[in-house]
């Protein structure tokens, strides 16, 4: 069964700073996956999909790797702003499956 | 606006009473699901419909239903709510369930507390 993992758990750090989020999945057989950003209280906003054929990609200042073969796939966000601070998740679709597995995220705070 | 929608937001029932969580897209979205989300136990998938009348049942369905009659509304129903289902509920929706490309976008969540 697909395991989906996020380290870290929770971050913080100052403003301008470029951060990674790392996600990590235990079966490399994936059709996509996906980041999304969840603000307190609010409801999940896809940022990134990378489907199993690509490597990476970006949206302004996020950009998202994939490396299936290590189980790997990175969030880069440069000049981090206050207003990133937020909740990222990512969700694995894999074996076949419609049922996605998400990870339980990486709680950012970014401060002034 | 593209949107998928959910009511109530915020519901506070009783044990046993029966209720519904409405959901509805107007994308014309094929695939539709729900998720309920956890601390610590982070999201997880309750049931999911691939289209009209087609529906299946994802991790934690126990306890849940639901009905696809038509294409933009996917209602969960809690015949007998337990405390154990306290928690956030979201509807999700996607174009056509292909698994390499398709791309969920969530409703704003349903957070229900069950008495």
Redo the contacts between chains.
């Keep these: 069964k697909q395991e989906v993992t996020q380290i870290p758990a929770a971050l913080s750090v100052p403003e301008g700073e470029n951060l990674v989020l790392n996600c990590s999945f235990t079966d490399s057989a994936i059709?996509?996956l996906?980041w999304?950003r969840q603000d307190p209280?609010?409801?999940?906003?896809?940022l990134l999909?990378i489907?199993?054929?690509q490597r990476e990609q970006t949206s302004g200042r996020l950009n998202a790797s994939l490396d299936k073969s290590s189980g790997r796939s990175t969030l880069y966000i440069a000049a981090s702003q206050p207003g990133d601070s937020a909740t990222y998740?990512c969700?694995v679709?894999s074996g076949?499956s419609?049922?996605?597995t998400?990870?339980?995220?990486t709680s950012l705070i970014v401060h002034p | 606006e593209a949107q998928?929608t959910q009511n109530p937001r915020y519901l506070i029932t009783v044990t046993g009473k029966k209720l519904t969580v409405t959901c509805s897209q107007n994308m014309n979205h094929e695939?539709m699901?729900w998720y309920r989300q956890d601390p610590?136990?982070?999201?997880?998938?309750i049931y999911?419909s691939?289209n009209v009348e087609v529906t299946?049942k994802?991790?934690v369905p126990e306890g849940y239903k639901v009905s696809r009659k038509e294409k933009r509304n996917f209602p969960l129903i809690l015949e007998s709510p337990s405390p154990n289902q306290t928690s956030l509920y979201?509807c999700?929706s996607s174009s056509s369930?292909d698994?390499?490309?398709?791309?969920?976008?969530?409703?704003?969540?349903t957070?229900l507390t069950v008495l």
């Design positions: 059709y996509n996906q999304f209280g609010k409801g999940l906003t896809s999909l489907q199993s054929s998740l969700a679709r076949g419609y049922i996605p998400f990870g339980r995220g | 998928v695939y699901s610590g136990l982070g999201l997880r998938q999911y691939m299946d994802g991790d979201f999700a369930g698994l390499n490309t398709d791309t969920q976008y969530f409703g704003p969540g957070r």
